[in-house]
């Protein structure tokens, strides 16, 4: 397991509970961010060793920020919601995601890749 990971979700409530769950599997240090910028910020001051991105954060998307994870070679998987409609960049086709809501065995599972 990772000992630091990041996760970015502009829900409050999931974000917490993605916490918890983190926690229990022997994750050391979860922080979160609910925008780009604050996760580009995080991620600037302290490169996570694992990512978890919910795709929509409102008005944007964390494609931004899989992008700068890509440069530095941290490895991340995105987070979708049921029925989310949206269209993934070329470059992330093919990258791992998780269906929201998640169990505590696929969050786990994402995490240990």
């Known amino acids: 397991m990772p000992k630091d990971v990041l996760v ?17 599997f022997g994750v050391g240090t979860v922080r979160s961010a609910s925008s780009v910028a604050q996760a580009l910020r995080e991620i600037s001051d302290r490169p996570p060793e694992f990512a978890l991105l919910d795709v929509n954060l409102g008005t944007e998307t964390s494609f931004e920020i ?20 949206v269209a993934f960049p070329p ?23």
């Open 66 to 85: 899989a992008k700068r994870l890509t440069e530095i070679g941290v490895p991340f998987v995105f987070a979708t919601g049921y029925g989310e409609q």
């Open 91 to 113: 470059e992330f086709l093919d990258a791992p995601k998780l269906r929201k809501p998640y169990s505590i065995d696929s969050l786990r599972a994402a995490v240990a890749r």
């Open 8 to 24: 970015v979700e502009d829900n409050m409530i999931i974000a917490l509970d993605a916490e918890d769950i983190m926690r229990k």
